[in-house]
């Protein structure tokens, strides 16, 4: 895919987290890292949806613990593959 213009893909991050009885318990979606990071270790949650959007493609996973979750942001955000995708 060639890029039309020198600006930097923003980054979509998704957040969906289910309590103990499989309500919802928060939904937000921001192109900041740490907020989502920040809302995983803040909230009592059973399972988590994590999704990265890249603008041409995403990631996404399913967690039940806060460790696992991070990881995966961690891993779908890392130098690499965002270098990939914007090329």
Known sequence: MKRISNRKYRLGF?????????????????????????????LSWKKAYVKVDYGVGHNDSEHTDKESAIKALNTYTEK?????ISN
Do not use: A, C, P, W
Not at 80 to 84: G, H, V, Y
């Open 80 to 84: 690499q593959l965002l270098d990939f």
């Open 14 to 42: 998704t957040l969906k987290l289910f309590g103990k009885n499989g309500k919802v318990v928060s939904d937000i979606r921001k192109q900041i890292k740490s907020k989502i990071i920040k809302e995983l270790s803040t």
